[in-house]
């Protein structure tokens, strides 16, 4: 039996569902470390949870380590330390070290947190990526701006995902950042040469230094265009079949920047460009499972449960790879306006052939508050073996449901 600690520093429902399929993953006895008292856990994953302990920081390696030596008087030795949260992977790298608990350590998490190292680390392996520069200052900004041109990219240096990221499109934009959040030596930014062409993901589980199994997804139009049009609705395609020519390159630089990074053992949520000539570079790669329903999306795909298959692969090391049967697609719903929703329109309009292919949904309802997130306000998950189905569902999705705000 292995006594694993998860890190899960609210009980928000997309975390319940790792923390859940931890906790009844055969050969695992589960303690849970949060933010939250013993009486919010809920009743059902309560029962199934060795211990709890409650800590005031999630993100202080100190508490965490305090919390799983607390929890090993009680229970039995840690052996495992997980959490499916992108800023605790350092913090949880550290505890590791520091207590000799297995898994990726500081300076792998770290390549793979820190936005600048892991491009150093990227470009050092021959692994094609834009160029960036880490600014302290403004003059080091403007630098980088007159020695690459526009447009650019900035983001900080630690982000996740999407989040605080835009783009400079010329002078104007540059000296308007600069004067609304100018950078400095406490407060880094991370200017990138901005990539156009198509962007996707690639999901890949490793297993001592081999990738076992992957996965790739298309972003239609591409997150950064997503966050600068509050009005644009976008979709993911994840096609049923990956395996042609198209994604060879991919998959060679792929497996080359996770052992550039230093991963042994892991899944990774990776972020790349295939420019207009066809060359593929790297974005960015995050070490756990992807957001933005790509992890149910890769459930639907393969009819299988990626939560529990994450949970053994982080605990036991194991994980059996599954068959790809169907394509599927995300169509995020955003607001027209601003405000709360107001309506949701064309619903009733949506023809059999994509109503009979909705495998999940969660729609907007009138009230409702509008995120402002690239997120959005709503989502409609649909599958068939055939993605040719699914791309004509996600276009008539895309442009035949309007969220209206007001």
């Known amino acids: 039996m292995v006594v694993a600690a998860f890190v899960a520093p609210y009980l928000l429902d997309a975390t319940m569902r790792f923390v859940g399929a931890a906790a009844t993953l055969p050969g695992t006895e589960l303690v849970l470390i949060t933010c939250e008292p013993a009486d919010r856990v809920p009743d059902g994953l309560r029962r199934s949870v060795a211990a709890h302990w409650q800590i005031s920081d999630p993100l202080d390696a100190g508490q965490i380590a305090a919390a ?39 300076t792998t998490a770290g390549n793979f947190r820190d936005k600048a190292q892991m491009k150093q680390a990227l470009r050092a392996a021959g692994v094609p990526c834009a160029r960036y520069r880490l600014a302290g200052s403004a003059a080091a900004a403007a630098g980088f701006a007159a020695e690459v041109g526009f447009p650019l990219v900035v983001k900080p240096p630690a982000g996740a995902g999407a989040k605080s990221t835009f783009r400079l499109d010329d002078a104007g934009d540059l000296r308007a950042w600069l004067d609304a959040a100018p950078p400095s030596p406490d407060r880094l930014a991370l200017l990138e040469e901005f990539l156009t062409g198509e962007e996707g993901s690639y999901d890949s589980v490793m297993i001592s230094g081999q990738i076992v199994w992957d996965s790739v997804s298309s972003y239609l139009p591409t997150p950064l265009e997503v966050l600068r049009n509050p009005w644009i609705q976008w979709m993911v395609l994840m096609p049923r079949d990956v395996s042609g020519p198209e994604y060879a390159g991919l998959r060679a630089i792929a497996a080359t920047a996770l052992k550039a990074l230093g991963l042994d053992t892991g899944l990774t949520h990776l972020e790349w460009f295939r420019r207009p000539d066809g060359s593929v570079a790297v974005s960015e790669v995050a070490v756990r499972p992807p957001g933005g329903q790509i992890t149910s999306m890769l459930c639907y795909a393969h ?15 194991t994980f059996t790879p599954p068959p790809r049967s169907w394509a599927v697609g995300t169509v995020f719903l955003r607001g027209q306006g601003t ?26 309802e009138p009230g409702q508050q509008s995120s402002g997130s690239y997120e959005g306000d709503g989502y409609v998950i649909v599958r068939h ?4 189905v699914v791309s004509a569902a ?7 449901v309007r969220v209206e705000l007001g």
């Open 68 to 106: 799983v030596r607390g929890l090993g008087g009680q229970i039995g030795q840690v052996e495992r330390l997980l959490a499916v949260l992108e800023q605790l992977q350092v913090p949880l790298a550290r505890v590791r070290e520091q207590l000799g608990i297995p898994g990726i350590g500081v």
């Open 303 to 317: 009819d299988f449960d990626l939560y529990s298959a994450w949970a053994g692969l982080m605990v036991h090391g």
């Open 339 to 364: 405000g709360q929703v107001r309506a949701v329109h064309g619903l009733d309009a949506l023809p059999p052939e994509v109503t009979s292919i909705v495998v999940e949904s969660r729609l907007p």
């Open 385 to 388: 073996p055939d993605t040719a």
């Open 394 to 400: 996600l276009r008539r999705l895309v442009t035949g």
